[in-house]
């Protein structure tokens, strides 16, 4: 798995490539979470559409970065899911607890009502 971050003023945006199961990688991520969170970061976008696969650890990163986001306040993005993780989304039911969104000008719009 790689992944960028950026931090735009209270939004911090991941773009995940690549096999998200856990382990290290899932280490680094709520990592970047909590040190954008001490920087007053409410919202999270989580590209995915470049994520291959995603197993019950890499699931289990995403609940994690959900529920400190949603403890603070904020919310999370799951952006542009490819057909499989979608499905995986759908399978689990974890799309009615996730915003899935197809860009973040979508997320934009979410944020303002």
């Known amino acids: 798995m790689n992944f960028t971050q950026e931090i735009k003023e209270d939004t911090l945006t991941l773009r995940i490539s690549g096999d998200l199961i856990g382990e290290d990688?899932?280490?680094?991520?709520?990592?970047?979470?909590?040190?954008?969170?001490?920087?007053?970061?409410?919202?999270?976008?989580?590209?995915?559409?470049e994520l291959r696969y995603i197993?019950?650890?890499?699931?289990?990163?995403?609940?994690?970065?959900?529920?400190?986001?949603?403890?603070?306040?904020?919310?999370?993005?799951?952006m542009?899911?490819?057909?499989?993780?979608?499905k995986l989304l759908v399978i689990t039911k974890l799309n009615a607890i996730f915003q899935v969104v197809k860009s973040e000008q979508e997320v934009i719009s979410h944020s303002k009502k």
């Open 80 to 86: 542009n899911p490819s057909e499989s993780v979608k």
């Open 25 to 49: 990688s899932g280490t680094q991520l709520v990592g970047v979470v909590n040190d954008a969170m001490s920087q007053k970061a409410l919202t999270c976008i989580i590209d995915i559409s």
């Open 55 to 78: 197993n019950s650890s890499g699931i289990g990163v995403l609940i994690t970065i959900l529920t400190k986001f949603r403890n603070k306040g904020g919310e999370v993005y799951l």
